[in-house]
Nanobody, 121 residues
């Protein structure tokens, strides 16, 4: 079994910054893609950004230039640095990882429990 635990959410004023972190633990042999999704009330979950094991990143157009995703392969962690936050960034943010567990032969996707980010004055 694999667990993803997020931390770092909270309330921030427009223009402020927050850093989210996510740690994967369990019977992990390898992690392929890691990423962050978000879901605002009444909206579908959407990709915020992702990062491959080699460090290649992709971002949603709405956060390009403001958010930066990074990972530590040795620690099985992924982080999301969010700058210049806007009210429309308010959502529950979910960590995602595509994991190959020990003894298995295919990668499976796992989700964290989510952390609330609220951008408001």
């Amino acid at each position: 079994q694999v667990h993803l635990v997020e931390s770092g959410g909270g309330l921030v004023q427009p223009g402020g910054s927050l850093r989210l972190s996510c740690a994967a633990s369990g019977s992990i042999f390898s992690i392929d893609v890691m990423g962050w999704y978000r879901q605002a009330p009444g909206k579908q979950r959407e990709l915020v950004g992702s990062i491959t094991r080699s460090g290649s990143t992709t971002y949603a157009d709405s956060v390009q230039g403001r958010f930066t995703i990074s990972r530590d392969n040795a620690e099985n962690t992924v982080a999301l640095q969010m700058n210049s936050l806007k009210p429309e960034d308010t959502a529950v943010y979910y960590c995602y990882a595509k994991v190959l567990e020990r003894g298995r032969y295919s990668y499976l996707g796992y989700w964290g429990q989510g952390t609330q980010v609220t951008v408001s004055s």
